[in-house]
């Protein structure tokens, strides 16, 4: 089992960046291939961001690519996005999760543990 908390959200704007962190604790977190989502309010959850245990492949959401980066420190037990360019429709609650899973994972009942998600707010 693993406990995911998520920080560094907050109040940009349009154009500018923020660094989400995601802070494991527990089981081992290079066990666990990990993934990025986010949901606006009205909206369905959304991939946005996933990465192997090793960090050796990544993959996003169209919308975030070459926008977006998603790493992990395993030394740490630390998951990141880094926000670049950010836009407001990039305004919802993000969360981080982890699954037992080797490859990169995409749908969100593919993950076994979920962070409690953290604020992002993009202003025009």
């Known amino acids: 089992q693993v406990q995911l908390v998520e920080s560094g959200g907050g109040l940009v704007q349009a154009g500018g960046s923020l660094r989400l962190s995601c802070a494991a604790s527990?089981?081992?977190?290079?066990?666990?291939?990990m993934g990025w989502f986010r949901q606006a309010p009205g909206e369905e959850r959304e991939f946005v961001a996933a990465?192997?245990?090793?960090?050796?492949?990544?993959d996003y959401t169209d919308s975030v690519k070459g926008r977006f980066t998603i790493s992990r420190d395993n030394a740490k037990n630390t998951l990141y996005l880094q926000m670049n360019s950010l836009k407001p429709e990039d305004t919802a609650v993000y969360s981080c999760?982890?699954?037992?899973?080797?490859?990169?994972?995409?749908?969100?009942?593919?993950?076994?543990?979920w962070g409690q998600g953290t604020q992002v707010t993009v202003s025009s």
């Open positions: 999760a982890a699954t037992g899973d080797y490859g990169l994972t995409y749908r969100a009942d593919g993950y076994d543990y």
């Open positions: 527990g089981r081992a977190f290079i066990s666990y291939a």
């Open positions: 990465i192997t245990r090793s960090g050796g492949a990544t």
